[in-house]
């Protein structure tokens, strides 16, 4: 795969611009030049070739061509809310479940919860989605939404959402989700896990229980376990 | 869950011993007395609580009573042949396939990949399947097998084992494995794939490609993901 760029605003009558990072890393570390043919995408599930047309000091305008064949991928759209861990994990997470193709991570505030999403923190989950899309391929951005709890999730869903608490003690995977399920949302919990009212709250609002195996699972990897049992399927 | 601690050896006639690191934790770092009350495991799949007897300088003395209820879990025995990646990558992969219950991992020798398997490498995995044990609950070690090449590596497989090659374009997983699968063997390529001649020589030895979703996966990614589809089920 050849280097991919970010677009932070869609082409406009044939031209687009790279502006900072994206900038600065095509002109100053690839040592670009006019007339060079690079690959872009806006986040919206679009992508296009372009070719450098002028190369200015923290922006790049681009000659813009037809979108390329939108990828098409079938599967569940699944939101996973989650109690952020700390540091570098909060960074996998967000790399993970980007290539992953979790449609939205939903930063979960709870009660026995660490690491608080300031506005700081949701800028650097949100590199963290660009910088996973250019590396995997992916054309759509994984949304970062704002905070909720777990009652404040519920009015974020669509009633025919299957919802999710990772548990242990729950029951499988694969018995509470049908291969042809469409809206799943699941919340992880906390290092030290949801506290019971906050398991009785989730049950009234139709959470159920799952559980992802005998092992107490990190935040982030239950999180990812989750992810990757409801990757999307490549349509041929 | 309280403190666990790993023996290097098994009990034996009611008493084990705890050295190196796991000493020095459990004296220094929590300064534990004659008398206190710890658990231990061997990686055997056996656990204990045992009450400190002696402390010594890098060594500890305990009394251990009978093993406690060992842990039940079905599912298929997942072996996950991975061509290693770099740095932190592999100190993640680790961890992640520790608590996800993976059996064996083994470095996975080819034509492109990057991370070789030497003996210090091999000490820092297998340092890394006891800390994330120690932490997940598990006690069973994680194997760390011998490197191998895709054509080794069929010798060490049961002839009834389920062989997948992840790789683009492949079926989906759940078309290839069964629910009641009960030995699989996955093998993850390194940054740039598989070559063609790999892809080829492991057709012809029984594998099957799988495809993990429509974006380029990190290797480690991609073997979390085969990871946490293969889970173990919790008997009740």
Redesign the interface.
């Known amino acids: 795969?050849s280097e991919r760029f970010f677009l932070a605003a869609a082409p406009k009558d044939g031209q687009a611009v790279l502006v900072n990072d994206e900038a600065r890393h095509l002109s100053r570390v690839l040592r670009a030049k006019v007339g060079d043919e690079v690959r872009v995408f806006d986040g919206s599930g679009l992508e296009w070739t372009a070719r450098v047309i002028t190369i200015g000091r923290d922006e790049v305008t681009l000659a813009v061509g037809e979108p390329l064949p939108a990828?098409?991928?079938t599967?569940p759209r699944l939101t996973l809310a989650v109690a952020l861990p700390k540091g570098?994990r909060q960074k996998?997470l967000v790399?993970?479940l980007t290539?992953?193709?979790t449609a939205r991570l939903v930063p979960l505030a709870t009660h026995r919860g660490v690491a608080e999403a300031t506005p700081s923190a949701v800028g650097r989950l949100q590199r963290g989605v660009i910088e996973a899309c250019k590396?995997?391929?992916?054309n759509t951005l994984m949304e970062i939404a704002p905070p909720a709890t777990l009652e404040t999730l519920s009015a974020l869903l669509p009633s025919d959402a299957i919802r999710l608490l990772a548990h242990p003690?729950g029951r499988?995977?694969?018995e509470v989700v049908r291969?042809d399920a469409h809206d799943i949302v699941a919340a992880v919990g906390p290092e030290g896990g949801f506290t019971d009212e906050e398991i009785a709250s989730a049950e009234r609002g139709g959470f159920q229980r799952v559980?992802?195996?005998?092992?107490?699972?990190?935040i982030e990897?239950a999180a990812?376990?989750?992810?990757?049992?409801s990757?999307?399927?490549?349509s041929p």
Chains 1, 2 share one sequence.
């Open positions: 795969m990828q098409t991928a599967g570098d996998w790399e993970k290539e992953l193709g590396q995997c391929g992916r003690g499988a995977f694969d291969p559980s992802l195996g005998p092992h107490i699972l990190r990897t990812i376990a989750i992810a990757a049992r990757l999307p399927h490549c």
